[in-house]
């Protein structure tokens, strides 16, 4: 068994869709990136890469790829379970944090988790999702940004 971490951040700007957790979020601003810029998946690949000794998402989908330009991180999550596999990796659980002022991430952590447990071919209940604010300090406080961690948890088969 092995442990893995992920951490991801991107600011918030304008004219682009808030995509987390591969789930469109209707809001005013979006997340700035060469892909759709989804923190949620970005820190979940980040873990499972971390876990599989495989580096990160920078060194696996580099962002002078054109590429992965406007990628949905969804197709990005596939690829790393594909790379696990390959591996002869396996997906005992993931945990992870979504951190923002705004806006409430409650109402679709629901989808998010079914997106994720679909995309990587795991029971739904293997997928936990927070979300929790800074108490309105920080850049994710004052709105500039959104972050996101993730901790998983990979064996290989017995």
């Given at each position: 068994m092995r442990i893995g971490i992920g951490f991801d951040v991107h600011k918030l700007t304008e004219n682009r869709p808030l995509i987390i957790?591969?789930?469109e979020i209707p809001w005013e601003k979006g997340l700035l990136g060469h892909s759709d810029a989804d923190v949620l998946l970005h820190a979940i690949m980040d873990a499972l890469l971390g876990a599989a000794g495989m580096g990160d998402i920078g060194r696996c989908f580099p962002d002078?790829?054109?590429s992965y330009r406007n990628i949905s991180s969804?197709?990005?999550l596939e690829k790393v379970n594909q790379m696990l596999k390959y591996e002869n990796w396996n997906i005992v659980n993931i945990d992870a944090?979504?951190?923002?002022?705004?806006?409430?991430?409650m109402p679709f952590?629901?989808?998010m988790q079914a997106h994720i447990s679909n995309c990587l071919?795991?029971?739904k209940t293997c997928v936990?999702?927070?979300a929790?604010?800074?108490?309105?300090?920080?850049?994710?406080?004052?709105?500039?940004?959104?972050?996101?961690?993730?901790?998983?948890l990979i064996r290989r088969p017995e």
């Amino acid at each position: 068994m092995r442990i893995g971490i992920g951490f991801d951040v991107h600011k918030l700007t304008e004219n682009r869709p808030l995509i987390i957790g591969g789930v469109e979020i209707p809001w005013e601003k979006g997340l700035l990136g060469h892909s759709d810029a989804d923190v949620l998946l970005h820190a979940i690949m980040d873990a499972l890469l971390g876990a599989a000794g495989m580096g990160d998402i920078g060194r696996c989908f580099p962002d002078n790829d054109e590429s992965y330009r406007n990628i949905s991180s969804l197709i990005l999550l596939e690829k790393v379970n594909q790379m696990l596999k390959y591996e002869n990796w396996n997906i005992v659980n993931i945990d992870a944090i979504i951190i923002a002022e705004k806006p409430k991430m409650m109402p679709f952590i629901p989808m998010m988790q079914a997106h994720i447990s679909n995309c990587l071919g795991i029971d739904k209940t293997c997928v936990n999702i927070k979300a929790t604010t800074t108490e309105k300090l920080g850049f994710t406080g004052r709105g500039e940004g959104i972050a996101a961690q993730a901790a998983v948890l990979i064996r290989r088969p017995e």
